[in-house]
Each structure stands twice: as structure tokens, then as C-alpha cells.
């Protein structure tokens, strides 16, 4: 019985034991489920860390919303990009008659007014073709067939007027370049002299395929000047020749059919000759890209109210409030605004002095709503008093530069008030996050401790087990 710790429950004659009975240590071994008590500890350990893990997701929603307030207001910011200046206001649209021989596009520098148009004719390129040849690729141009490294063509251009500015460019080919139609319209293009080359198919029953030849500027004409040892003879087809045109009586030249400035602000798009009588053209204000503009404007001020209060509202069904509730940010975004938006502006003497003056007016959920026609209406009877509303005047902002300035501020990626939200959410999430890796860290060290105990427990248990089965053989056979 050496070796054998502990009482051994009861033994001959009755004597009870103070400890427990040897015959429970079995049960106690075989019942004990280690895994379960483990993770028993490491749950209940881990409360703090899931109160953590959710504070992080609820700090990394709020960071979401904060960005998509942002966005809103960035979208609101772009859309008083287009009204804030006088300029933006400078939208015109041509009016002529449909099939007029030319189109007109205006920019934002053109100005008010009517203009008589004659298009009397096209610029136009000067154009040669040569003599044709059998095959583009397979024909040779030299008028003697190539023999070798000896072999080679020149073509000697004149490019322009002969008496104003003229100048010979000369184009070779060889036996690097090839002695084909398309080798040599490569080697003319690739020499970049003012003459744009192309084999054309002509149709010729023997030799359907030509060089053709055109300046690569209206007005400018050229001539071949002279060949050497080419097989090809060019004649011209077609003289350059400049646009002529006039606006308002006084001619007008153009080495390109968009003739630009003639009618200031304006490109003239020439489309063919109008014959002698004028055609009319008037610049007026594009009123409707202007009321567009608007239309934007209140349509994205209305999605940022509208985010606002969806996140920072409060909902009697559900008792409950949105996650930027009472937040002091979204209070300043919502008041600082609304006040630019209801001031009065535009100046003492003016027709138009606040938004609801052009077809602006505020709802009672705090939206804008937008009467296009008044609007229209205001623009066709006083457009520089909308432009001085809304744009403002030298000495004075209008409505929607002061909103400009604000949202440029309140977006501002490295001082405005959401970047400081951000900025706080950030620096709380970062602090969770070292929390969480501690605790993460802890219970696994618990449960590392924990399952060695267990180990160490289920040993011993083991060994009691074994001695246990041992006493009950020797009671068995009477030894004991």
C-alpha cells in the first residue's frame, strides 16, 4: 500500500473515509468534459472583447455615414460650382434657319446680338493624282526595274506658291524603303512636308490603282516640281482655295471651314456656299441650360437635407435616433446653409431679392422646391438681375457663391469639420483596435493556461483511476 496518497474510503470494519470514495474516482474521470469547462472560461472571459468588436463596428458605420455626408456635400459644392460666377450665367445659343449651309457653336464669351451670313465658298485642300499602275504592292513605280543597291526614286515637291513662300521638299526611295505605290505614299507621309499621300483605286481597266496627293491645310497648294527615276506622271485636280465668307458685309477669309471669331465667341461650322442673301444668325441666352443647371442645384441640396435627417433624425415609431443625432457638425452643415440660402441679396434697388423672388421656396421639411417656369420667367424679363441674385455683384455676393465658398470650406480635405469627424473616429477606432488585439491576445494565453490545467488534471485523474482499479483487484482476491 506504499506509495497509495489519500483515504481509501471505507475499509474493513467500517471505518469511513474524510475524503472521497475511491469507487467515484472513475466517474469523476471519465465525466469530466475539460473542453467544455475551457471554453466555459474563455467565453466568459470574452464579454469585454464582443463589447469591444461591436463598438468597432458601430464606429466603423459611423465612419461610413460621415463619408457619405461628405459626398453629399461635395455633390451639392459642384452644383453651385455652375452658378456661383457671373460666367457661368454666360450660356448662348445660335438661332438661324434649319438648312442653312453652315452651323454655328457658342461659347461662353460670345455676346448678345444678329449677324447677316454669306458663305460664298469652301476652303479647300489642293489635290494631284499620278498615273496609274497595275498592283499597289507588287508594281514597281522606278521607270526602270530595280537592279540593286543603285536603284532609288526621287519625287521633288513645291509646297505653296512659287512667288509667296514656296519651298522644294524632296522625298527618296530605295531598296530599304521599297519601290511599291504604298512605299512610296509611306515614304511621302512619313517625310511630314505638308502632303498627305493614299493609293486610291480608280477604277482603270490596266492600271486601277493611283497615288493621290492633298495638302494637308486648306488654302495651301503644292505642284511636283520634278521626278528621278520614278515611272509616274501627276497632274492637279483641284486648287487649294481658302473659305471665303462675310459676317455683316465685311469679307472674311479662312484657311479652315470653322472659322473661328468672325462672329465673336462663336465658331462658324461651313457646310456649303448660301448663295447672295444673307442668312440671319442670332446669339441669345441659353436659358435652358441655365434653369438646368438650377434643377441640379436644388435637386442635390435636397439629397443633402434629406442624408441629414435620415442620420441625425429621430423616429417616434421606433423610440429610436439616427447615429449623428445631436451631433454639433450636422447642426452647423444644416444652419450655417440655411441661412446663405434665406438671406437677402441681389441689392436695395432689385427686382429679384430672394430665392422665393425666381422660383426658390422652402417646404416645410425644410426642401427646396423649384418653379421652373418662374424661373424661365424671371431670366426672359430681368437676366442680369437673376445673375446678380444668385452670382451677387463687385460688391456684393449673390446666394449662391456665398454657398460656394462654405461647402468649398466644409469639404475641405485637410481642416473641414468632417475631416475633424473622421479624423476622431479614426483615432477611436485605432485605440479599439489595440484593445482588441490585447484582449485577443489574453484569452488566448487563458486558454492556453486553462487547457495545460486540464491536461495536468485528467493526469492525475488518471492515476487515481489506475491506483483505484488496483485496491479493488486486491479486495477482490482478499489480499486486502
Given at each position: 500500500?506504499?506509495?497509495?496518497?489519500g483515504?481509501?474510503?471505507?475499509?474493513?470494519?467500517?471505518?469511513?473515509?474524510?475524503?472521497?470514495?475511491?469507487?467515484?474516482?472513475?466517474?469523476?474521470?471519465?465525466?469530466?468534459?475539460?473542453?467544455?469547462l475551457?471554453?466555459?472560461?474563455?467565453?466568459?472571459?470574452?464579454?469585454?472583447?464582443?463589447e469591444?468588436?461591436?463598438?468597432?463596428?458601430?464606429?466603423?458605420?459611423?465612419?461610413?455615414?460621415?463619408?457619405?455626408?461628405?459626398?453629399?456635400?461635395?455633390?451639392?459644392?459642384?452644383?453651385?460650382?455652375?452658378?456661383?460666377?457671373?460666367?457661368?450665367?454666360?450660356a448662348?445659343?445660335?438661332?438661324?434657319?434649319?438648312?442653312?449651309?453652315?452651323?454655328?457653336?457658342?461659347?461662353?464669351?460670345?455676346?448678345?446680338?444678329?449677324?447677316?451670313?454669306?458663305?460664298?465658298?469652301?476652303?479647300?485642300?489642293?489635290?494631284?493624282?499620278?498615273?496609274?499602275?497595275?498592283?499597289?504592292?507588287?508594281?514597281?513605280?522606278?521607270?526602270?526595274?530595280?537592279?540593286?543597291?543603285?536603284?532609288?526614286?526621287?519625287?521633288?515637291?513645291?509646297?505653296?506658291?512659287?512667288?509667296?513662300?514656296?519651298?522644294?521638299?524632296?522625298?527618296?526611295?530605295?531598296?530599304?524603303?521599297?519601290?511599291?505605290?504604298?512605299?512610296?505614299?509611306?515614304?511621302?507621309?512619313?517625310?511630314?512636308?505638308?502632303?498627305h499621300?493614299?493609293?486610291?483605286?480608280?477604277?482603270?481597266?490596266?492600271?486601277?490603282?493611283?497615288?493621290?496627293?492633298?495638302?494637308?491645310?486648306?488654302?495651301?497648294?503644292?505642284?511636283?516640281?520634278?521626278?528621278?527615276?520614278?515611272?509616274?506622271?501627276?497632274?492637279?485636280?483641284?486648287?487649294?482655295?481658302?473659305?471665303?465668307?462675310?459676317?455683316?458685309?465685311?469679307?472674311?477669309?479662312?484657311?479652315?471651314?470653322?472659322?473661328?471669331?468672325?462672329?465673336?465667341?462663336?465658331?462658324?461650322?461651313?457646310?456649303?456656299?448660301?448663295?447672295?442673301?444673307?442668312?440671319?444668325?442670332?446669339?441669345?441666352?441659353?436659358?435652358?441650360?441655365?434653369?438646368?443647371?438650377?434643377?441640379?442645384?436644388?435637386?442635390?441640396?435636397?439629397?443633402?437635407?434629406?442624408?441629414?435627417?435620415?442620420?441625425?433624425?429621430?423616429?417616434?415609431?421606433?423610440?429610436?435616433?439616427g447615429p449623428?443625432?445631436?451631433?454639433?457638425?450636422?447642426?452647423?452643415?444644416?444652419?450655417?446653409?440655411?441661412?446663405a440660402?434665406?438671406?437677402?441679396?441681389?441689392?436695395?434697388?432689385?427686382?429679384?431679392?430672394?430665392?422665393?423672388?425666381?422660383?426658390?421656396?422652402?417646404?416645410?421639411?425644410g426642401?427646396?422646391?423649384?418653379?421652373?417656369?418662374?424661373?424661365?420667367?424671371?431670366?426672359?424679363?430681368?437676366?442680369?438681375?437673376?445673375?446678380?441674385?444668385?452670382?451677387?455683384?463687385?460688391?456684393?455676393?449673390?446666394?449662391?457663391?456665398?454657398?460656394?465658398?462654405?461647402?468649398?470650406?466644409?469639404?475641405?480635405?485637410?481642416?473641414?469639420?468632417?475631416?475633424?469627424?473622421?479624423?476622431?473616429?479614426?483615432?477611436?477606432?485605432?485605440?479599439?483596435?489595440?484593445?482588441?488585439?490585447?484582449?485577443?491576445?489574453?484569452?488566448?494565453?487563458?486558454?492556453?493556461?486553462?487547457?495545460?490545467?486540464?491536461?495536468?488534471?485528467?493526469g492525475?485523474?488518471?492515476?487515481?483511476?489506475?491506483?483505484?482499479?488496483?485496491?479493488?483487484?486486491?479486495?477482490?482476491?482478499?489480499?486486502?
Amino acid at each position: 500500500m506504499s506509495g497509495i496518497p489519500g483515504n481509501l474510503g471505507p475499509m474493513p470494519g467500517g471505518h469511513a473515509s474524510g475524503r472521497m470514495k475511491i469507487s467515484n474516482m472513475a466517474a469523476l474521470s471519465q465525466n469530466l468534459d475539460t473542453d467544455a469547462l475551457v471554453e466555459a472560461s474563455v467565453k466568459a472571459a470574452s464579454v469585454p472583447l464582443v463589447e469591444l468588436e461591436e463598438s468597432q463596428a458601430r464606429l466603423e458605420s459611423k465612419k461610413a455615414i460621415w463619408a457619405g455626408l461628405e459626398k453629399h456635400l461635395e455633390a451639392f459644392r459642384d452644383a453651385s460650382s455652375s452658378l456661383h460666377l457671373e460666367g457661368n450665367f454666360n450660356a448662348f445659343k445660335p438661332v438661324l434657319p434649319a438648312h442653312s449651309g453652315f452651323t454655328v457653336s457658342a461659347g461662353n464669351n460670345s455676346a448678345i446680338g444678329h449677324h447677316d451670313i454669306v458663305v460664298e465658298s469652301l476652303a479647300r485642300p489642293g489635290v494631284a493624282v499620278s498615273s496609274g499602275l497595275r498592283d499597289a504592292n507588287k508594281s514597281s513605280v522606278l521607270n526602270i526595274p530595280p537592279d540593286g543597291a543603285f536603284s532609288h526614286g526621287v519625287i521633288t515637291f513645291l509646297v505653296g506658291d512659287k512667288l509667296v513662300g514656296g519651298e522644294y521638299k524632296t522625298v527618296r526611295i530605295d531598296q530599304d524603303s521599297g519601290f511599291t505605290l504604298n512605299d512610296l505614299a509611306h515614304a511621302i507621309n512619313s517625310a511630314r512636308i505638308g502632303i498627305h499621300a493614299m493609293v486610291m483605286r480608280t477604277g482603270s481597266p490596266d492600271a486601277p490603282y493611283s497615288l493621290s496627293l492633298s495638302s494637308t491645310k486648306n488654302g495651301l497648294n503644292f505642284s511636283v516640281a520634278g521626278t528621278e527615276g520614278l515611272g509616274l506622271s501627276f497632274h492637279t485636280v483641284q486648287k487649294a482655295s481658302l473659305a471665303h465668307l462675310k459676317v455683316d458685309g465685311v469679307p472674311v477669309l479662312s484657311s479652315s471651314n470653322d472659322v473661328k471669331d468672325a462672329v465673336p465667341g462663336t465658331v462658324i461650322h461651313l457646310r456649303r456656299p448660301t448663295g447672295t442673301v444673307p442668312i440671319p444668325l442670332s446669339i441669345v441666352h441659353d436659358r435652358k441650360k441655365i434653369t438646368a443647371n438650377l434643377a441640379k442645384f436644388v435637386k442635390s441640396y435636397n439629397s443633402l437635407v434629406g442624408y441629414m435627417e435620415k442620420f441625425s433624425g429621430f423616429d417616434k415609431a421606433s423610440g429610436r435616433g439616427g447615429p449623428l443625432l445631436g451631433s454639433y457638425t450636422v447642426t452647423e452643415i444644416r444652419n450655417r446653409i440655411g441661412t446663405a440660402l434665406t438671406r437677402a441679396s441681389g441689392g436695395e434697388n432689385s427686382r429679384f431679392r430672394t430665392l422665393a423672388d425666381v422660383g426658390l421656396n422652402f417646404e416645410k421639411n425644410g426642401h427646396l422646391s423649384y418653379d421652373s417656369q418662374k424661373f424661365d420667367q424671371a431670366l426672359s424679363s430681368n437676366y442680369q438681375g437673376v445673375v446678380d441674385l444668385l452670382a451677387g455683384t463687385p460688391t456684393q455676393p449673390g446666394l449662391i457663391s456665398g454657398i460656394h465658398g462654405m461647402t468649398m470650406e466644409m469639404t475641405n480635405p485637410a481642416n473641414g469639420p468632417i475631416y475633424g469627424e473622421q479624423q476622431a473616429l479614426g483615432s477611436q477606432g485605432q485605440m479599439n483596435q489595440k484593445e482588441i488585439e490585447r484582449k485577443q491576445e489574453e484569452i488566448e494565453n487563458l486558454r492556453e493556461r486553462m487547457e495545460e490545467k486540464y491536461s495536468s488534471l485528467q493526469g492525475v485523474l488518471g492515476g487515481l483511476n489506475a491506483k483505484q482499479n488496483y485496491l479493488s483487484q486486491q479486495i477482490a482476491s482478499g489480499t486486502l
